[in-house]
């Protein structure tokens, strides 16, 4: 594979070989700190295995903001946000069997998906630029994954790892962003029955919106900048939890609606 641009740092190639390679596998591997140690090479590493996913014929959709609660933000030792790709491929049906096997070791967020109606290119932008951006919301449940052993993981590690993506489920049934309070919305996660992650729209940058106007600023003057018809997920609302196989998953967020995910034996 030698489709990066050729002003890539070797290093950072050799740290997108080993991660691809992993998920290529299905055998985590060692972190890549040994190669990378900053933010900018985390997404400079990315970048280079995104190319490679869009030269392969795989469809960008959208982007995950990561680590935006202060629970996960302990949970993992790091004290930023950050962002990964979303392809059309990591999106799974609500209710439907998703694949257990296609994760390496997943773990399930809620969250507030947002579907973008307007380029956000440039900026910076304010609240409301985003808000009249967005033309619906939903209900998401990311599957987040490390091709990292053992989530043994820094800021750089996951960064590299498009931000630990692993796949989504969004509900059916969208919603109008005007009249919902997303700060105050309460969420309540349920495996197999019992509540395992609770939260609200505040645990999120202090609003879910807060932290699509921080993506919208990350990527405004980047080769990929937010565009008309990307889903973006804001970030967890409540903690992350570990998914076992045929593990079912539901969550409602007041005034979104509910979403489902069934892992698959």
Not at 174 to 187: Q, S
Not at 219 to 244: H, K, M, S
């Amino acid at each position: 594979m030698n489709d990066e641009r050729s002003d890539a740092d070797p290093v950072h190639g050799q740290a997108a070989d080993r991660l691809l390679s992993a998920a290529a596998s299905g055998r985590p591997c060692a972190p890549v700190r040994d190669l990378i140690s900053t933010a900018a090479d985390g997404y400079a590493v990315q970048e280079i295995n995104t190319r490679r996913a869009l030269a392969d014929g795989r469809r960008l959709v959208g982007r995950k903001i990561g680590i935006t609660n202060p629970a996960v933000q302990r949970q993992f030792g790091i004290d930023q946000p950050d962002f990964g790709v979303l392809f059309a491929d990591m999106w799974h049906p609500d209710g439907l069997p998703i694949p257990y096997g296609r994760f390496l070791q997943p773990r399930a967020e809620a969250e507030i998906a947002l579907v973008i109606d307007a380029d956000l290119r440039g900026g910076p932008f304010t609240v409301a630029d985003v808000m009249r951006a967005v033309e619906f919301v939903l209900p998401a449940i990311e599957i987040v994954d490390s091709r990292i052993a053992d989530w043994d993981i820094t800021l750089a590690d996951t960064i590299a790892d498009n931000a630990s993506s692993g796949g989504f489920v969004l509900g059916n049934t969208p919603v109008a962003l005007t009249g919902l309070d997303l700060k105050t919305a309460a969420m309540s996660m349920t495996r197999n029955g019992q509540e395992v992650s609770t939260g609200s729209g505040a645990a999120c940058l202090g609003h879910p919106l807060n932290a699509a106007v921080w993506l919208a600023d990350t990527l405004g003057r980047t080769d990929f900048p937010l565009r008309a018809g990307d889903i973006v997920l804001t970030g967890a609302l409540g903690p992350v939890v570990p998914v076992e196989r045929a593990d079912v998953f539901e969550a409602r967020i007041e005034g979104v609606g509910s979403v489902t995910a069934v892992f698959g034996s």
